[in-house]
T-cell receptor
């Protein structure tokens, strides 16, 4: 089955810096990769996703890149703000399946 | 629109006791999932309902866990008897059949502490 690894487990940056979180997956059949953000005490929420027919996707300050050959994908946050502080989870699945396989999460702390 | 609601938000029980967690999905969402996160680890899949039917229960750890979704509305997850390693946050999520793939709507989770 699919296995998703996520790094780093914690990431501290200064406000305004960029943050990058990386994930690798094992199943070459996986073709859909969402990212979830969980603020302290709140529910995980989808923030961005990418399908395997696309190499990069942007939404304002966040972007996701995908390298199918290497089986890795990354979340990029530019101009970080304190409200970006949260735990971020990557996930992988195959379109047609409804079971997401999550990474272990990255705790991002943005200091003012 | 009400989101996914879970009850209780936190439960502390002793080893050997029973706990029942409840999830109310978003109205109209036929897909309902249970996930669990043990501290510092991944959000791990437990099972998936489509309406009242178990579509995939491959993630259920053992027969101490029993999930039901009678009538295809709310779901319960019972742990009996609870063990120390069952501690963690149990998330419920729902989605529409045919909806945006991967967009699961999560509840805030039920934190279970087994002493």
């Amino acid at each position: 089955g699919e296995n998703v690894e996520q790094h780093p487990s914690t990431l501290s940056v200064q406000e305004g810096d960029s943050a990058v979180i990386k994930c690798t997956y094992s199943d070459s059949a996986s073709n859909y990769f969402p990212w979830y953000k969980q603020e302290l005490g709140k529910r995980p929420q989808l923030i961005i996703d990418i399908r395997s027919n696309v190499g990069e996707k942007k939404d304002q300050r966040i972007a996701v890149t995908l390298n199918k050959t290497a089986k890795h994908f990354s979340l990029h946050i530019t101009e970080t703000q304190p409200e970006d502080s949260a735990v971020y989870f990557c996930a992988a699945t195959s379109v047609g399946f409804q079971k997401l396989v999550f990474g272990t999460g990255t705790r991002l702390l943005v200091s003012p | 629109e009400a989101g996914v609601t879970q009850f209780p938000s936190h439960s502390v029980i002793e080893k050997g006791q029973t706990v029942t967690l409840r999830c109310d999905p978003i109205s109209g969402h036929d897909n309902l999932y249970w996930y669990r996160r043990v501290m510092g680890k991944e959000i791990k899949f437990l099972l998936h309902f489509v309406k009242e039917s178990k579509q995939d229960e491959s993630g259920m750890p053992n027969n101490r866990f029993l999930a039901e979704r009678t009538g295809g509305t709310y779901s319960t997850l019972k742990v009996q008897p609870a063990e120390l390693e069952d501690s963690g946050v149990y998330f419920c999520a729902s989605s529409q059949v045919g909806g945006r793939i991967g967009e699961l709507f999560f509840g805030e989770g039920s934190r279970l502490t087994v002493l």
